[in-house]
């Protein structure tokens, strides 16, 4: 028997897959209900609003990249190899179908974001600077991140977004590898 939280679950996966591929305005109640075998209505029923379905895919998005960060934080791994498990988190992204980080497709289009969703990407713009800055910082030896090194955490970020862009744009995962390789040699992923 499917009880209220599997079909919750089971929404909040179809409509981060879509949003994924397609972004945040080709998002519609329709086609996660289609996706999963349910009603419209059914949707509409755990997610009253598409900003709510939005914000709390979004949410569930930072809340899973925070447990994946504890999880290599457990790990007690060196900065650099800490940093290659986060880069290759990012590399599993693509490998799902081609999809983008669902919260950058959804940066793409926040002009068009109802402002709970914009909150959910900010944070989760927030905790991948955090995180990257005091992985840069304990490569350093450094207690408390500074400026500079939070300024670093936001370039390295962008710049494995948009490598997850310009692959998933070519068809050519590989490429995302390839960028990677030239951001560290470049030293933007260097720690």
């Known amino acids: 028997m499917t009880t209220p ?15 994924q591929t397609i972004g945040y305005n080709g998002l519609s109640f329709r086609d996660v209900a289609a996706a ?3 009603k419209s209505a059914s ?4 997610y009253p609003t598409k900003a709510k379905l939005g914000a709390a895919i979004a949410r569930r998005y930072t809340d899973n ?8 934080d457990a790990l007690r791994l060196n900065a650099k190899d800490a940093l290659a498990a986060y880069i290759a988190g990012i590399r599993r992204t693509l490998e799902q179908n081609g999809r983008m980080c669902l919260c950058g497709m959804l940066a793409a289009e926040t002009d068009a974001l109802p402002d709970e ?5 900010r944070r989760f713009v927030e905790v991948n600077v955090d995180w990257l800055a005091r992985t840069i910082g304990r490569a350093k030896d450094v207690a408390e991140p500074d400026a500079a090194m939070r300024g670093h955490a936001r370039a390295m970020l962008a710049a494995l977004e948009g490598a997850m ?11 995302f590898d390839v960028m990677t390789q030239q951001f560290e040699r470049l030293g933007l992923l260097r720690i």
Not at 65 to 72: D, H
Not at 117 to 121: F, L, N, T
């Open 5 to 19: 939280a599997d079909t919750s679950g089971a929404i909040l996966e179809a409509a981060q897959a879509i949003t």
């Open 36 to 38: 999963i075998g349910i």
């Open 43 to 46: 949707v509409h029923y755990h």
């Open 65 to 72: 990249l925070l447990a994946n960060l504890q999880t290599i």
């Open 117 to 121: 969703v914009r909150a959910e990407v």
């Open 165 to 175: 862009l310009i692959a998933r744009g070519t068809g050519d995962i590989g490429s």
